[in-house]
């Protein structure tokens, strides 16, 4: 059972739009930073969204952060077939003293 | 060029002891904290430990809490991860993490290294 909570799965056709949720609580969510991940099959994690709202130099701005009291979104236009991949929120738990990641979000593009 | 590259994974009998390392490089290593995360097979991403760029402070969770130490050689800028009494729900991929600036902003990964825990 995750800290961080994320929707399973999901998926969107080419083209379309995807918003992944990630609920947390005040202890991690609410007072820190969040920051997004994209894993594709067998490779590291890679950073997309980080301090909430910020894309690292080279992330397209097709990806997109927000935050909102205790939950944070990812968010997704003209999705493309290579944006299938597992994405992970995560932030640190003040209550915990570590960091925290969500369960991981499947998105297919079908 | 950032680049974080472990070593010392392996098949390791339950109970044993392993002990990653992390070659840190291209970058001031003494200007971030860094992070040990790992991914059981099949499984999400699970934050193990961190360690402050200051050095000073350390961080475990609680499913390692007593058992692993987090250290780092500044004048090798290397990470290690010293893995005591492992356990079969340990195994998974290590990766060591760089943090950007706070909250697990991690902006580099590396490869990781796979550990095994089997009798």
């Known amino acids: 059972q995750s800290v961080l909570t994320q929707p399973p799965s999901m998926s969107a056709a080419p083209g379309q739009k995807v918003t992944i949720s990630c609920s947390g609580s005040?202890?991690?969510?609410?007072?820190?930073?969040v920051s997004w991940y994209q894993q594709l099959p067998g490779t590291a994690p890679k950073l997309l969204i980080y301090?909430?709202?910020k894309r690292p130099s080279g992330i397209p701005d097709r990806f997109s952060g927000s935050k909102s009291d205790t939950s944070a979104t990812l968010g997704i236009t003209g999705l493309q077939t290579g944006d299938e991949a597992d994405y992970y929120c995560?932030?640190?738990?003040?209550?915990?003293?570590?960091?925290?990641f969500g369960g991981g979000t499947k998105l297919t593009v079908l | 060029e950032v680049q974080l590259v472990e070593s010392g994974g392996g098949l390791v009998k339950p109970g044993e002891s392993l002990r990653l390392s992390c070659a840190a490089s291209?970058?001031?290593?003494?200007?971030?904290?860094m992070n040990w995360v790992r991914q059981a097979p099949g499984k999400g991403l699970e934050w193990v430990s961190s360690?402050?760029?200051?050095?000073?402070?350390?961080f475990y969770a609680d499913s390692v809490k007593g058992r692993f130490a987090i250290s780092r050689d500044t004048a090798k800028d290397s990470l290690y991860l010293q893995m005591n009494n492992l356990r079969a729900e340990d195994t998974a991929v290590y990766y060591c993490?760089?943090?950007?600036?706070?909250?697990?902003?991690?902006?580099?990964w590396g490869h990781g290294t796979l550990v095994t825990v089997s009798s």
């Open positions: 301090d909430n709202d």
């Open positions: 995560g932030t640190w738990d003040s209550s915990l003293s570590g960091g925290v």
């Open positions: 291209g970058f001031t290593f003494t200007s971030h904290s």
């Open positions: 360690i402050h760029m200051s050095g000073y402070n350390r």
């Open positions: 005040s202890s991690n969510i609410g007072n820190n930073y």
């Open positions: 993490a760089r943090e950007l600036s706070s909250s697990l902003n991690v902006d580099y």
